[in-house]
């Protein structure tokens, strides 16, 4: 089997929550992919294609949230603005949060503060820099 393809798998195993259906989808079989990790282990040029692949893997997830958040938010706002039926909204809002708190947990794991590398005032309320929207205290 081609390096590329053996790096693919071994990427997706290590992404995937059950690495037996990583192998299946593959075609091979749950033995063949812990041999393949094993290889990695042994063969510094596989194991740097596998971090290649597993990083081109993690940022398509990024970029498809980002996606999917976008369109979310944007039928959000057509069923809000029909109120006709407002039980459509609730659906896509749980899916909305899901979404938005992968990918608040994938940053706080890759070290990055949640929120720090969007723009706007969106960022600032994020990192909490909010002091100079404060209304100042009365007393």
Partial sequence: MKRDRIARILAEAEIAPVSTEVAKRHGISYRTLMRYQERARSDASLAAAVAKEREALRG?????????????????????????????????????????????VREALSGQQPGGDR?????????????????????
């Avoid at 959000?76 to 899916?95: C, D, F, H, N, Q």
């Avoid at 899901?98 to 608040?104: P, S």
């Avoid at 723009?119 to 007393?139: C, F, Q």
């Fill in 119 to 139: 723009e706007g005032p969106e960022a600032s309320e994020a990192s909490g820099d909010d002091a100079d929207r404060r209304s100042p205290a009365v007393h």
């Fill in 60 to 104: 398509s997830w990024v970029e498809d949230a980002t996606t999917f958040l976008q369109a979310a938010f944007r039928k959000m706002t057509e069923l809000a603005g029909k109120a006709e039926k407002p039980g459509e909204i609730r659906p896509i809002a749980g899916a909305v949060k899901i979404t938005a708190e992968a990918l608040t």
